[in-house]
């Protein structure tokens, strides 16, 4: 026995018109777009945690560039007015003056 319509009703359609309907309000959903915001301290907390790892790595001394100084104030003529100015003002650069 195969049963078609039950008080005219076909019981097949309506389970694959539901679906349909279903399907297309999961679909209207996924249409919006996703953000995030990420606040400045959360900014802050992520530069200061990078910068903390670079200088983990970052060696203390460059013994290549100390050697090549002590060279070089071994000669006595590289000690100079020149030499020493240029050296100040390097400095006072390095801090902001």
Do not use: C, H
């Not at 389970?15 to 995030?36: A, L, Y």
Request: negative net charge.
């Amino acid at each position: 026995m195969m049963v078609q319509n039950i008080n005219g009703i076909n019981p097949i359609n309506n389970v694959q018109n539901s679906r349909r309907t279903n399907g297309m309000e999961r679909t209207s959903i996924t249409d919006t777009s996703d953000s995030i915001n990420v606040s400045d301290e959360a900014k802050e907390a992520a530069r200061a945690y990078f910068l903390s790892q670079v200088a983990e790595e970052t060696p203390d001394v460059r013994s290549d560039l100390v050697a090549s100084v002590k060279e070089k104030i071994k000669d006595p003529n590289y000690l100079n007015s020149v030499t020493i100015g240029s050296a100040a003002d390097r400095i006072l650069d390095s801090w902001g003056f």
